[in-house]
């Protein structure tokens, strides 16, 4: 099976031969990124921290050469989310790939870089008693029909990312959640509002599935809760809301609110 007819098949595996909306934009992806959203712990602020330098200095600028652009680099504030606990030694990595062959080339590529390799086994050669993270986890998401690629709505310097997770009690209600974003209208809504996404995706592996992830850039906090305000009133939501066929879409929902780290092109 050539990678192209695999990722597409995964896509479809992922929604559980859901019919409808949601499943057809799985299948017209051809200018749909494959997105990874890798997730990393840390022991303390010590070693979170001597990561993201390791990220700006040296990360980042290789996965450009490796045309992996932009990458987005973010963790979690106490101050920005009073009710999370434990996710404040994270670090947040999106990473967009415009296909699969370039995704499955990345660790190929990297090794060859010289400049890389020599800086990461400056930051990450350290013996198994003192690892610098101490794992990471990847979530592989396919790009919506109406958001294909990552946007990069602002460079303010006090802007905000609130990274929002849906999970549905089963594919076929997961597919029809797509449906609401691409062809019900909600993420036009969203742009009509001011709400500019960074990118919206379907979850093909990783955990708690299945699930959606999507993520909004607001210029600062106070510009989000008058976005989101404008969103709830608004009478086309109220419309979307109560169409009976994305009735229980959403069984669960993770709200993140995230700081770009330095060096992050996001």
């Known amino acids: ?4 007819e695999f990722i597409k098949a995964a896509g479809l595996a992922a929604l559980a031969g859901a019919t409808g909306p949601g499943a057809q934009a799985a299948e017209t992806g051809g200018a749909q990124q494959l997105l990874q959203l890798r997730t990393f712990s840390f022991a303390n602020e010590e070693k979170l921290k001597l990561f993201a330098d390791f990220l700006a200095r040296s990360l980042i600028p290789a996965l450009n050469r490796a045309v992996v ?14 009710k999370a606990a434990g996710d404040e030694l994270v670090v947040r990595l999106l990473l967009p790939f415009p296909d699969a062959g370039s995704m499955l080339a990345l660790p190929r590529q990297l090794a060859a870089d010289e400049a890389f ?6 930051v990450l050669g350290t013996p198994m008693k003192d690892p610098v993270y101490l794992r990471f ?3 592989l998401l396919l790009a919506f029909a109406q958001c294909p690629k990552v946007e990069t709505p602002t460079h303010a310097a006090d ?8 999970e549905s009690h089963n594919c076929e209600r997961a597919a029809r959640k797509v449906a609401m974003f ?3 209208g909600e993420i036009a809504l969203f742009r009509r509002l001011g709400m500019h ?12 599935l299945p699930n959606l992830h999507y993520m909004l850039g607001f210029a600062n906090t106070a ?6 305000k404008k969103f709830l009133e608004d009478p086309e939501w109220l419309k979307l809301k109560g169409d009976p066929k994305y009735k229980d879409t959403v069984s669960n929902i993770t709200n993140l609110i995230l700081r770009p780290l330095p060096g992050s092109q996001v």
């Not at 390799?117 to 400056?122: I, K, S, T, W």
């Not at 510009?223 to 989101?228: C, S, V």
């Open 1 to 4: 099976m050539k990678r192209r």
């Open 69 to 82: 652009t932009p990458v987005g680099a973010f963790r979690l504030l106490k101050a920005d989310n009073p």
């Open 117 to 122: 390799a020599a800086a990461q086994q400056a």
């Open 137 to 139: 986890e990847t979530q």
């Open 159 to 166: 802007r905000v990312f609130q990274l929002r997770i849906y």
């Open 182 to 184: 691409n062809e019900g």
């Open 197 to 208: 996404p960074v990118f919206f995706g379907a979850s093909l592996a990783g955990t708690r």
């Open 223 to 228: 510009t989000m809760e008058a976005g989101w």
